[in-house]
């Protein structure tokens, strides 16, 4: 049997530089990007061999960019999420989160808690927002925990404490906008992952070019560290 794309994990990365080779302000990338974001996960919803797709939509460290675009993606997040509710479970979309929401506004966190709730019984595809996500952090997390309960620390130990175990590993890691870096983005889970490296930028990504990559994901040898 071929290699099947179960979870596909994406750094939708190039949102701010599409919008500035438009002449327009890099906020209107993320508008843009919203939509792909729309466009991908109703595809995943339909493709039959994907179960989770985890994308990341804003990192620990993207609390350093100017305080009106960290807004903005906020509110962007949290109109997408009243409006796009209806479609995710038209879809069968389940929605959930990784990462550490406490920081967020009250008015996000209700919304990301009421998506969820709306969404849990959907069961088609998981979409997983990573949301001040950062993956060295969850990996010290969660060793931290186990150390605090006396446990020993194994692979297998530590896979189920992640905040991600429920999704199991990542079969795809793509990332767009050219640059090839993982950006401490589910490290652990990808420790056997096909790496995917695109130039186009998230808002110009189409579910054709996800294909051609699940395609070429299929073909690969996956060896698992054997022969
Ligand atoms: C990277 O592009 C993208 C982000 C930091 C945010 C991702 C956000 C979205 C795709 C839109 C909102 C998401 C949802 C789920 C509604 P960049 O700004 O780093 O691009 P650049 O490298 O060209 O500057």
Same mark, same amino acid.
């Given at each position: 049997m071929g290699n099947l794309p179960r979870h596909i994990a994406i750094i939708m990365d190039g949102n701010g530089r599409w919008a500035t080779e438009r002449g327009l302000k890099r906020v209107k990338g993320h508008e843009k990007g919203a939509e792909t974001v729309r466009t991908i996960t109703t595809y995943a919803s339909r493709h039959p061999e994907i179960e989770v797709l985890t994308l990341y939509a804003f990192s620990t460290e993207n609390w350093r960019r100017p305080k009106m675009e960290v807004d903005f993606l906020m509110r962007l997040l949290a109109s997408y999420l009243k409006k796009e509710t209806p479609t995710y479970i038209e879809n069968g979309v389940r929605f959930e989160t990784i990462g550490d929401i406490s920081r967020f506004s009250d008015n996000l966190r209700r919304q990301i808690e009421e998506t969820k709730e709306a969404t849990k019984r959907c069961d088609r595809l998981t979409q997983?927002?990573?949301?001040?996500?950062?993956?060295?952090?969850?990996?010290?997390?969660? &060793? &931290? =925990?186990?150390? &605090? =309960?006396?446990?020993?620390?194994?692979?297998?130990?530590?896979?189920?404490?992640?905040?991600? &175990?429920?999704?199991?590993?990542?079969?795809?890691?793509?990332?767009?906008?050219?640059e090839q870096r993982l950006s401490n983005f589910l490290l652990w889970q990808s420790a056997y992952a096909e790496l995917f490296f695109t130039q186009t930028l998230w808002p110009d990504f189409t579910p054709e070019e996800l294909e051609t990559v699940i395609e070429a994901f299929k073909k690969r040898h996956r060896r698992f560290g054997g022969v």
């Open positions: 997983v927002l990573a949301l001040n996500y950062g993956s060295q952090d969850e990996i010290a997390r969660a &060793a &931290a =925990k186990l150390c &605090a =309960k006396g446990g020993e620390i194994t692979v297998e130990s530590l896979s189920r404490s992640l905040e991600t &175990a429920r999704f199991g590993p990542v079969d795809i890691l793509l990332r767009t906008g050219g």
